[in-house]
């Protein structure tokens, strides 16, 4: 426990009134873009709290997107493991099955209100942009994807599905032609399209307000895993387990459970070949605090304030940065964080595939490796959540490319 | 007083306006910067606006975000820019130079250090795209004390009160972004921006610099008429592209659209 928070029952209220959590978070944008977030900040005070949006929200989650998500008790898998009790917060089962359509329904939402027409939106894997171009095909919005040309090759079926709901995909070919770039180019867009436009960020990463909007969205994950939890085992989890790319899953999840005590919280960053080796995407692990899109966190960068080539298998870690609250979560020692390697996270995703039929996604793989170690290390009288992000349809291709196998 | 202070004091009892060209530093090659610093100055140019490569050049269009990659071939780093002034400063004292760039080479570099490296290597100014003045408590004071002017961004959807905020915090000049858009856009608004001008000039006494989206003689003869300063960056940065690492060719190339441009404004102006 940090020095300035005595208990975790008493963490403060994040971030301020200027985006701040602790040192990092912010605004660190450019001018053009000061008044475009100014409306946003008011207008997402204004709804967040409207009963009208909140029913709305509601309705949405439980019949279109199909909520609540299972908190599903993996039996065989725990008892093979022979520690903690393993309960998966299935989130892939949710509409276009990851969890990122928690987020963007409620962003459509706050545009519809702020009478946009239209969306934008950067991908890394396609599930954020599949999640977006959803919903704006239900709204009747006009929609525009940006993502990295490698991102475009290696998810080729999510690019598809996006074009099949009527959303634009523009292949993002500066840089390193990942997430990063994409989002430039989402940033270079709303710039140049700002008074009609509607930008809708994946990630609880960004500039002010949009990292405490996509966790307050996403927090539907934890308060539902909460209850879910004291009614199957008549009390809170031990510990909580969540990948983290930009980390909207795994705030999500940490979010409802932050002030108690109890509960031991783990982020999973992707250490890709080997922390050692460099090609990684581990900015809280392995990186150091810096200033990219928008707000202040930990970064993957070079000695001179370069932002570093990223490696991960899955599409949807592969980002040199993470959420700012994360950032600050690290320094208080609120939450742990910890990598995992592409081939720990493969070894985790034919574990869950063939001991409990369910096909994890990549990104969510590297959660499952982690808690494979955790609960090993702890009693079977202990349960631990594990955020099960996202189905693994996606990556079939990734997989099987790995087996050998050409379809 | 401060080399910009100076400079746009001088111009302005000549009843002329600053031409600010702006290229990246280390594009095409780390050795084409410094001269062609110096052939900008011969050729009408009062100030040079020297951008600092970045990896993530989010408010850049393709032309100057190429830019920054080629530099970044070469690793230019901020401490690599610094030398690069020192080395212009050796023959030419009068001529201000002002950093462009993103803060996160700053941040990995210290505010502290980087505000007395400045000012060491002969930097007048410092414009820095993703810091507003709101970000800026620990940097602005530090550039402050060495001398070193912290230059401000205003856009045309900057509202009153933000306006009054930024010209409070910045000093130098101020630099209006005559559009909506990222650097190398091609709808600038003339008129647009006239009017904001004019509403910026009531609120402070600075000189006025306007960028982005001006190409050629005829749009900055166009905005020279509001403004204090003309400053052109992708049209130039794109005769660098275009010279593909033939100094002689890509010098001469910016050195005629430099005169151009200096000889349609000069003339522009009545005596
Ligand atoms: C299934 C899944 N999980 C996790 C992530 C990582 O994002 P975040 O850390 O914001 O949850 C992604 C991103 O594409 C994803 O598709």
Redesign the pocket.
């Known amino acids: 426990m940090s020095d300035c928070v005595k208990s975790w029952a008493e963490l403060p209220d994040l971030p301020d009134s200027k985006g701040h959590f602790g040192v990092y978070g912010g605004l660190f944008v450019a001018e053009t873009l000061m008044a475009a977030l100014d409306e946003l900040r008011i207008a997402y005070e204004k709804y967040q709290h409207d009963p009208e949006f909140i029913k709305e929200l509601d309705k949405d989650f439980q019949d279109y997107v199909g909520r609540p998500s299972p908190l599903y008790h993996a039996e065989r898998w725990s008892q093979q493991l022979g520690g903690a009790q393993i309960y998966l917060k299935r989130e892939d089962l949710n509409h276009t099955g990851?969890?990122?359509i928690n987020n963007t329904i409620g962003q459509a939402l706050l545009a519809k209100r702020m009478g946009k027409t239209r969306i934008i939106a950067e991908t890394?894997?396609g599930?954020?942009g599949v999640a977006t171009a959803t919903v704006a095909a239900r709204l009747g919005l006009e929609c525009v994807v940006y993502m990295g040309a490698v991102d475009v090759e290696r998810q080729a079926q999510n690019v598809y599905r996006m074009k099949l709901l009527g959303a634009t995909v523009i292949p993002v070919e500066s840089g390193t032609k990942t997430l990063k770039d994409a989002l430039n180019e989402a940033m270079r867009d709303w710039v140049t399209h700002i008074d009609d436009t509607f930008y809708i960020i994946?990630?609880?990463a960004g500039p002010h307000p949009y990292p405490a909007m996509v966790r307050d969205f996403q927090s539907i994950i934890g308060r539902e895993a909460r209850a879910q939890c004291i009614e199957k085992t008549a009390r809170l989890p031990d510990a909580l387990v969540a990948?983290?790319?930009?980390?909207?899953?795994?705030m999500g999840l940490f979010y409802p459970f932050m002030r108690d005590e109890s509960v031991e919280m783990y982020g999973v960053e992707a250490a890709g070949d080997g922390l050692e080796t460099g090609n990684h995407a581990a900015p809280l692990c392995a990186g150091v605090p810096g200033v990219l899109h928008g707000n202040r966190t930990y970064l993957m960068e070079d000695e001179n304030g370069q932002i570093s080539h990223t490696h991960s298998i899955s599409?949807?870690?592969d980002y040199p940065g993470v959420g700012p609250e994360h950032a600050w979560l690290k320094d208080v020692g609120r939450a742990h964080y910890v990598a995992i390697s592409d081939d720990e996270a493969m070894a985790a995703f034919y574990a869950l595939t063939q001991i409990e039929g369910i096909l994890p996604?990549l990104?969510?793989s590297h959660a499952l490796a982690y808690a494979m170690k955790l609960a090993k290390t702890m009693s079977k009288d202990k349960n631990i959540i594990v955020n099960l992000?996202?189905r693994g349809d996606k990556d079939i291709h990734t997989v099987a490319t790995r087996d050998g196998i050409e379809f | 007083m401060s080399r910009i202070a100076a400079t746009f004091e001088r111009l302005k009892s000549n009843n002329r306006k600053a031409l600010i060209p702006y290229i990246t530093a280390g594009d095409y090659t780390p050795e084409l910067t410094v001269p062609l610093m110096h052939a900008m100055v011969e050729a009408g140019a009062n100030i040079i606006e020297l951008g600092v490569p970045f990896s993530d050049p989010m408010a850049d269009g393709p032309v100057i975000q190429k830019a920054a990659e080629r530099a970044l071939e070469h690793n230019v780093s901020l401490r690599d820019v610094f030398e690069m002034v020192k080395a212009f400063r050796m023959q030419d004292k009068r001529t201000p130079v002002i950093l462009m760039g993103y803060l996160n080479p700053i941040e990995a570099m210290g505010y502290a250090e980087f505000a007395s490296a400045a000012a060491n290597a002969g930097v007048d100014g410092v414009l820095t795209v993703d810091m507003p003045p709101e970000e800026g408590g620990e940097c602005i004071p530090l550039l402050r004390e060495q001398g070193v002017d912290p230059i401000f961004l205003i856009a045309p959807t900057s509202t009153a009160a933000r306006i009054a905020s930024l010209v409070s915090n910045a000093s130098g000049f101020v630099y209006y972004v005559s559009l909506k858009g990222v650097t190398g856009a091609g709808h600038l608004d003339v008129e647009g921006a006239a009017e904001k001008l004019k509403s910026i000039r009531q609120v402070t006494d600075l000189p006025l610099g306007v960028g982005f989206g001006i190409r050629d003689a005829e749009t900055a003869v166009a905005i020279g008429k509001e403004a204090d300063a003309i400053i052109v960056g992708s049209a130039i940065v794109k005769k660098i592209e275009e010279g593909a690492g033939n100094p002689a060719l890509i010098t001469a190339n910016i050195v005629a659209m430099l005169s151009s441009i200096r000889g349609a404004l000069d003339q522009s102006i009545p005596n």
């Open positions: 990851a969890h990122k890394g894997a599930q954020h994946g990630t609880v990948c983290v790319g930009g980390g909207s899953n795994a599409a949807g870690l996604a990104e969510s992000s996202g």
